[in-house]
């Protein structure tokens, strides 16, 4: 009843309206901030941003602990290294890198990659990409990639990034936004986005 009384009160209203319209205001500025800064690191980028194309690694004794390896992570069964060796994941030593001793690990493997650059297998697409003369073909993409290509490929620092970057599913990969375009080899380190298979 006191609630309902005081909400009749043309001051409590106004008070209501006051705190509402600063808050839509204090909301529209931070977006609009947000949107400044985004804009801002768009246009920062570095236009002489320079991917290192050498992994700087020394295999020395594969058991020390201060040799690492990054590697693909993300595969069940295959897992490929920066250096480019495609391994089973029991295979990986305990410093991230692939075991060259074992038979089964091979390097710039590109089983079940076509001619296009797309394969069937994200870590053979990796592996590939990792081709010492894979250099001027990615550097080609990097120079003619889109706008928004562009942006999210100056953030990677080495050729490593580069091809697990670019091998990863992207929309060239896919038609319709929910169809493969060539669900055999989806993973891509090319320059063209697979070919358009016909549904």
């Known amino acids: 009843m006191v609630v309902r009384k005081l909400l009749r009160k043309r001051w409590v209203l106004g008070v209501v309206f006051g705190l509402s319209l600063i808050y839509f205001l204090a909301s529209t500025l931070k977006q609009e901030e947000r949107t400044v800064r985004d804009r801002t690191l768009l246009q920062a980028r570095d236009p002489d941003h320079r991917i290192d194309w050498k992994v700087n690694f ?5 058991s020390r602990q201060i040799n690492r390896c990054r590697n693909s992570i993300q595969g069940k069964v295959l897992l490929t290294d920066e250096l ?3 391994c089973q994941r029991e295979d990986l030593l305990v410093n991230g890198c692939c075991n060259v001793n074992n038979p089964s690990t091979s390097q710039y493997l590109c089983k079940s990659c076509l001619s296009n650059g797309c394969c069937g297998v994200y870590e053979y697409c990796v592996s590939c990409c990792l081709q010492p003369d894979k250099q001027q073909l ?9 706008e928004g290509f562009q942006n999210l ?7 490593f990034e580069l091809c697990l970057a670019k091998c990863r599913t992207s929309s060239q990969s896919v038609q319709h936004e929910n169809t493969y375009r060539d669900p055999k080899a989806k993973y891509c380190y090319g320059e063209n986005p697979p070919e358009l298979l016909p549904i």
């Open 138 to 146: 990615l550097e080609r993409f990097l120079n003619r990639a889109a």
């Open 58 to 62: 020394n295999l020395g004794n594969s």
């Open 84 to 86: 480019g060796f495609v």
């Open 153 to 159: 490929f100056t953030a990677v620092k080495d050729h």
